[in-house]
C-alpha cells in the first residue's frame, strides 16, 4: 500500500494564479483532511471531508475550495494565490469507526511558495 | 474546545542525554491524546497515543509517554536519545467538531528537538 500520497510536492505561484493540489489514499479511509503548516503555529485544519461527495470547512477555510468526487481522492483548491497561503500543506485521512481514537495518516507533503 | 500547548519551541540535547518534551491539554471528561514526529521534509508519523488504561503509553523508537491527567499533561520522554532522533514532534488532542459532530485532531505548535553529538 502506498498510504497517503500527494501531487506535487513543490510549487511555486505568482499572486493570483490557481492551483490544484491532489490527495490520494489506498487506504479506504472515509475521513480526509487538508492542513495547512506554518513555523511556530502547528497544524491548522483548512477542510475536511467525512465521506465521498462531502466537504466541510475547517479552521482557515478562506481562499481554499476543496472536492471529494472520489473515495480515494481529496482535492485542494487556491483560485487565486496570495503571498499568505505561502506553506507546506498536509493532507491526511482515517478510518470512520475510529472515533475519537483519531489517528490519522499523513501524506508526505506539499510545499508551495506564492510570490 | 480542547486546546494543546507546547512550551518548548526548541530543545537541543546532547546525544545519548535523556529528554523530556512537555505538552499540556486543556480539561475535558475524556480526551485521547497523540504524539506525532515529522523527520525533516517528511510528513507526520504517529509516535504514540494514549486512549485509556495505563497512565504510561510506550510508543516506537524507544519514545514513552505519562498521561497525567491532575497536571492535564502528556509529556513526551526518551531515556537516550540519538542523532536520528532530530526532528519536530508534535502534540496533539482528539475533539468533536462542534459542526457536525465529527472527530478532529488540535495540534500543538511542536517542538523541534535537536541532538548533538
Known amino acids: 500500500n502506498a498510504g497517503v500520497t500527494q501531487t506535487p510536492k513543490f510549487r511555486v505561484l505568482k499572486t493570483g494564479q490557481s492551483m490544484t493540489l491532489l490527495c490520494a489514499q489506498d487506504m479506504n479511509h472515509e475521513y480526509m483532511y487538508w492542513y495547512r503548516q506554518d513555523p511556530g503555529m502547528g497544524l491548522r485544519l483548512i477542510h475536511y471531508s467525512v465521506g465521498e461527495g462531502t466537504t466541510a470547512k475547517g479552521e482557515v477555510p478562506d481562499g481554499y475550495n476543496v472536492s471529494r468526487l472520489k473515495k480515494q481522492n481529496f482535492l485542494l483548491g487556491l483560485e487565486s494565490a496570495a503571498p499568505s497561503q505561502t506553506s507546506v500543506y498536509f493532507c491526511?485521512?482515517?478510518?470512520?469507526?475510529?472515533?475519537?481514537?483519531?489517528?490519522?495518516?499523513f501524506g508526505p507533503g506539499t510545499r508551495l511558495t506564492v510570490l | 474546545a480542547q486546546s494543546v500547548t507546547q512550551l518548548d519551541s526548541q530543545v537541543p540535547v546532547f546525544e545519548e542525554a535523556p529528554v523530556e518534551l512537555r505538552c499540556n491539554y486543556s480539561?475535558?471528561?475524556?480526551?485521547?491524546l497523540f504524539w506525532y514526529v515529522q523527520y525533516p521534509n517528511q510528513g507526520l508519523q504517529l509516535l504514540l497515543k494514549y486512549l485509556s488504561g495505563s497512565t504510561l503509553v510506550k510508543g516506537i523508537n524507544g519514545f514513552e509517554a505519562e498521561f497525567n491527567k491532575s497536571q492535564t499533561s502528556f509529556h513526551l520522554r526518551k531515556p537516550s536519545v540519538h542523532i536520528s532522533d532530530t526532528a519536530e514532534y508534535f502534540c496533539?488532542?482528539?475533539?468533536?467538531?462542534?459542526?457536525?459532530?465529527?472527530?478532529?485532531?488540535?495540534f500543538g505548535s511542536g517542538t523541534r528537538l535537536l541532538v548533538r553529538p
Open positions: 491526511a485521512s482515517k478510518k470512520t469507526t475510529s472515533g475519537l481514537n483519531n489517528e490519522q495518516f
Open positions: 480539561s475535558s471528561v475524556s480526551v485521547y
Open positions: 496533539a488532542v482528539s475533539d468533536v467538531w462542534p459542526v457536525d459532530s465529527s472527530y478532529k485532531l488540535i
